[in-house]
Nanobody, 116 residues
Framework: QVQLVESGGGLVQPGGSLRLSCAAS????????MGWFRQAPGKQRDLVAG???????NFVDSVKGRFTITRDNAKNTMYLQMNSLKPEDTAVYYCAAGTSEGMDYWGRGTLVTVSS
């Protein structure tokens, strides 16, 4: 069993930046796929960005050019750097880990609010 804990959320003004972290209780080296998902009020949870063990990246169109995803296997941590934030980025952000077939482990989420 692996626990994932997100941190770094908060309130930020439009145009601002935040960096989310996802710390794992065990090595993330074996996870073929990891990703960040988000769920806005009244909406389903959707993939924001994904990263594979080989470094392949995947982003939803709405965040391309603004968000960056990285993973540090030595620190068992994944990051999401979010720049040029918009009000529509407001959501609870979840990290997840698993394989290309699906995510097996989920964090509890961290709230990101983009508002002036």
């Amino acid at each position: 069993q692996v626990q994932l804990v997100e941190s770094g959320g908060g309130l930020v003004q439009p145009g601002g930046s935040l960096r989310l972290s996802c710390a794992a209780s065990k090595s993330i080296f074996s996870f073929n796929a990891m990703g960040w998902f988000r769920q806005a009020p009244g909406k389903q949870r959707d993939l924001v960005a994904g990263i594979t063990s080989s470094g392949d990246l995947n982003f939803v169109d709405s965040v391309k050019g603004r968000f960056t995803i990285t993973r540090d296997n030595a620190k068992n941590t994944m990051y999401l750097q979010m720049n040029s934030l918009k009000p529509e980025d407001t959501a609870v952000y979840y990290c997840a880990a698993g394989t290309s077939e699906g995510m097996d482990y989920w964090g509890r989420g961290t709230l990101v609010t983009v508002s002036s």
